[in-house]
């Protein structure tokens, strides 16, 4: 890659939906989830790292809450090359706030990268060509490419983008106009958007030059990039909180969608475990020590290898041991674990469990 490339880390995330194991001081992208020993943030570096040709121009922006844990998972990033925000307001206010600082040190001609740290990719190869040919378009062009995900099932859990007029290629990937974003659709609606072989799955990956992006905000978003731009961080908390989708994405008339295929998860919730890491011959998926008797479809995981967890005539659910915390919940109902978690903020017995 000829350009050079400042790729971001969306590192602020809870991560709560892998609750027990993810927690306040301990969120999702600290964890590693894929067997491996590497977590999710240190995994998302390393793919970015042989791309942005040195820890020199990666950056990370996260909350104060955990910045400490980011310093300790990547010890090698500049100091200043990590944001810390005071209080979380969603994508939009972090993607304003880091190119304007990437803006400040390189220039409007910067080409950046958004990336969330808590994704799992197959393909480096492909992933590392994909990003040239975004990269491309974006130095070439007054362009925020989007990464779309060539959908392999009806998902309802995902985001979907519209392709509209094809408008080239670079490294013989084709890219299109983005017609339209749609948020989460129901199955009949995903299962039409399927059919039509013209839709991705929204990545939530960004890439475009610094000048590009700021003017696009100060279209469509002022009430973002004003305040940063004339107050800095310190207006931080008073930001509206809003997904750059929402605040730029779906209103920019300059969005391009790149739809690729290196195998791909945003690892959203326990069920992600099962599509990684299950095996044809084992009906479960087991990071724990089980013993099963009529058992099928289980997500099974305990931190302590120790734990020994037994299930009898179980099907369909997952199972997590934690420290003084046991989850077991039916795997179609993993999303409600945020509902749990409310409850248990409005006790006092169980705030260490949070």
Known sequence: ???????????????????????????????????????????????????????????????????????????????????????????????????????KRYGEEAIIGFFPADHWIADLEAFARTLSAATQLAASSEAIVTLGIKPTFPSTGYGYIEEGEKIGSFDELPFFHVNRFTEKPDRETAEKFLATKRFSWNSGMFIFRAGVVLKELHTHAPEIIEPLEQQGADIYPQLPKKSIDYALMEKTSIAYVLPVEFGWDDLGDWNAIERLLKKEDNPNVELATHVGLDTQGAVIYATDPEDVIVTIGLEDVVIVRDRNVTLIVKKDRTQEIKQILKTLQSDSRFTELL
């Open 1 to 103: 890659m000829n350009t050079p490339f400042f790729p971001v880390i969306l590192a602020g995330g809870k991560g709560e939906r892998f609750w027990p194991l993810s927690r306040a001081l301990r969120p999702k992208q600290f964890l590693s989830l894929d067997g491996s020993s590497r977590s999710l943030l240190q995994a998302t570096a390393d793919r970015l790292l042989q791309i942005a040709d040195g820890w020199e121009n990666l950056w990370v922006i996260t909350s104060s809450q955990i910045d400490r844990g980011v310093v300790e998972q990547l010890p090698s990033l500049p100091s200043e090359n990590l944001l810390v925000e005071s209080q979380g307001r969603d994508t939009a206010a972090a993607v304003a706030w880091a190119s304007l600082e990437i803006k």
